[in-house]
Every structure is written in structure tokens, then in C-alpha cells.
């Protein structure tokens, strides 16, 4: 395999965009938004994503097919804030690495952590070919140093080649301290829910399976509804198996999953398979993130859909997720690493995928 790496500078970035590179099918371009969030947009025959490199190193869109993959919010584009709420809209936000998901009332860590719009560094392009596909790869690094508290590396990486709708998104988070740090990590990919489409999924759909979170964050205020809504569909959770026009998750609606099932490798596959038979796509080892969530929003503001949030815990915040057991320990000078595919597919391939997942579920 070749690749030659390009490294990026913050100088490269303008306000009008412009091409930085072309590669067979691939092309990349940098910008600057008006708020200044610099951004590349990796292109191919399928559509394009737009990253932000330097932004908690976020997809903030993924476009193929004529399409866009991502939420809809009230945020158009990026802003520079340090907190993601502030830039709602992103399709991909990394979480963690030393804490992670809503804080409880015990809990002194910001929503989702450090890594979300974190300031990251060493910006870089890996251009190569691999078995006659060309592809390319973007990778930046957020590094946590803080004195008493703890010192890591995260390093996620975003590949995409010049034939499909489906990214490679890996993440690598080294503790450079000789000490042992705790570790809490999710990826939080925000499809659009589409109507009338349905999840198909590697998870059994019962209460042991799917345990829909009652208590909501303490800014969130329910709707007078919203508690006998979460009781329905505590029981039977197979009731949000299909999206429906006249469904209203407001403020959202929260599923933990457990009992995930994979394949022999360890894989496991979710989809929302739209009418016309293609489908959104999260497929992750679960060997690396043994964890699920499920996130909807549908109300006049917003629209989006975590068909699983992969992770290595659940996202009640630290004290919540420690008191479970679900905090993970990284050893002095260790290395976290996981491996996940998102996107989109086409109605054959998504078919595929289908199969493959009954016959897991079938099996499991």
C-alpha cells in the first residue's frame, strides 16, 4: 500500500474554498466557515463529508447520494464554542476520554466530555491506493495535559475511498502517564430519522434488551405527555421500530443496549432502512465497544436519529457509570483502540446487510 502524507497548516484555510489535492476519483478542498471553524471536504463518487480538523475533529456533514446523512437542527453551520451545544448539528462528535455522557447531580464534568469541540492539533492528509482503490485518510490529535488530573492522547482518524458512502472511523487514545487512567469513550453518530423508515439491528427488541432511560438531564423540561409516553414504550420498545410521520420524541428519547449480538469476528450491524430500500449504517467491534445507545429526537427543532451510539459504557455520566462498573481503567503507557464503519448503502447492499442480521439474531 502507498500513501504519502500531507501535512496541514491553519494558514492553508480561507474563506473561499479551494483545492488542495486530487486523487484519482478523491478530491480535497479547505475552507474557513464566517465563524472561522476551519473545515476539508474529502469528495468521491459517492457525495462528500465536510471534517473539522481542528474542532473536536467532528464530521460535521456526511452527503452522498444526493442526500445529507445528518441531523437537523437550528445550526446550519459550525461555530467556534467550546461547548457543543452551542454548535448542535455535527453528523459525527468523539466523546470522552476520561469522562463521558450526561452529567448526574454528583458529576462535575462537561456533557460528553473533553473530546467533543476540543482544541486538536497535527492536522494531516494520508493520500495512498490500496488493491487498485484509491483512498484518503484525515487525522488530527487532541492532547489532555493537566497537572494531578491525568495526560492522553486521542488521535481519531476518518478514511474514505473514491467508490462508496461508507467511512472508516478510527480512534486511538494513548495514556502517556506511567499511571493508570480511567477511560470512558463514545462515538455519537447523529443520522436524520426518515419517515417511515425502520431499524433493523443486531439486538433483540424486549426490555432486556432495550432499557429506555426515564430521568432526563437536568436542562431538558418534558412535555406533559412525555411520562406516559417512556412508560409505553419502556414495555414494548418494538413500537419505535418504525418512524413514524406522527411520532414526537420531545425533548428526546433514550434506549440503553444490552445483549448486543455479533457475528464470529465480534462485529455487529444497525441500520435504518429507508422506503426505497437504502439505508443509513453503523457497524463496530464490539470486542472494543461492548456498549449501545439509542438517541431520537423529533420535535419542531429538531430531527435526528443515533440508530447506536457505540461506546465502551452507558452515557449516565461518571458517578452513574462507575457505581456500574462501567469505567474503564487504560495502564500506564496503554493504548484504547476501536474501529468503526458509518454511512450509507445502497438498496443491494443494504439487503446484504439485512440478511446478515436476522442471521445473527437468528443465531444468537
Not at 279 to 295: C, E, I, M, P
Request: charged share 25%; net charge negative; glycine share 8%.
Amino acid at each position: 500500500m502507498n500513501e504519502t502524507i500531507i501535512e496541514l497548516q491553519k494558514e492553508f484555510f480561507t474563506h473561499d474554498e479551494e483545492t488542495l489535492v486530487k486523487h484519482g476519483a478523491l478530491e480535497i478542498s479547505l475552507f474557513r466557515y464566517k465563524s472561522g471553524v476551519r473545515a476539508v471536504r474529502l469528495k468521491n463518487r459517492c457525495g462528500y463529508i465536510v471534517v473539522l480538523p481542528y474542532t473536536g475533529q467532528q464530521i460535521w456533514d456526511a452527503y452522498f447520494h444526493s442526500r445529507s446523512l445528518r441531523m437537523k437542527t437550528n445550526f446550519q453551520n459550525p461555530r467556534n464554542v467550546s461547548n457543543f451545544v452551542f454548535s448542535y448539528g455535527a453528523f459525527l462528535m468523539h466523546c470522552g476520554a476520561l469522562r463521558m455522557g450526561c452529567p448526574g447531580p454528583k458529576d462535575d464534568h462537561a456533557l460528553h466530555g473533553e473530546l467533543p469541540c476540543g482544541d486538536f492539533s497535527d492536522a494531516e492528509l494520508i493520500v495512498g491506493e490500496k488493491d487498485d482503490t484509491k483512498h484518503v485518510a484525515i487525522s488530527s490529535t487532541y492532547e489532555y495535559n493537566k497537572a494531578f488530573s491525568g495526560y492522553y492522547k486521542a488521535r481519531p482518524t476518518i478514511t474514505m475511498n473514491e467508490n462508496n458512502s461508507i467511512l472508516d472511523v478510527d480512534i486511538e487514545i494513548r495514556n502517556m502517564s506511567d499511571y493508570p487512567m480511567e477511560l470512558m469513550y463514545m462515538a455519537h453518530i447523529n443520522f436524520e430519522p426518515v419517515d417511515f423508515g425502520s431499524i433493523v439491528q443486531c439486538v433483540n427488541w424486549d426490555r432486556n434488551s432495550m432499557r429506555i432511560r426515564k430521568d432526563l438531564p437536568g436542562d431538558l423540561v418534558p412535555s406533559n405527555e412525555y411520562g406516559t409516553l417512556v412508560d409505553r414504550l419502556g414495555d414494548t420498545p418494538e413500537l419505535t421500530r418504525e418512524m413514524k410521520p406522527q411520532d414526537v420524541y420531545d425533548p428526546e428519547l433514550v434506549y440503553y443496549l444490552y445483549n448486543i449480538l455479533a457475528d464470529e469476528d465480534g462485529f455487529t450491524y444497525f441500520m435504518q432502512k429507508h422506503p426505497d430500500g437504502s439505508a443509513d449504517y453503523v457497524s463496530f467491534n464490539t470486542k472494543q465497544l461492548d456498549h449501545g445507545t439509542r438517541w431520537v429526537v423529533r420535535n419542531k427543532d429538531m430531527r435526528a436519529l443515533g440508530i447506536v451510539l457505540p461506546s465502551t459504557c452507558d452515557a449516565e455520566g461518571y458517578n452513574a457509570e462507575k457505581e456500574k462498573g462501567n469505567v474503564r481503567t487504560l495502564g500506564g503507557k496503554g493504548t484504547f483502540r476501536a474501529n468503526i464503519k458509518t454511512g450509507y448503502l445502497n438498496k443491494d447492499d443494504a439487503t446484504k446487510i439485512e440478511e446478515r442480521i436476522r442471521l445473527i439474531v437468528k443465531e444468537g
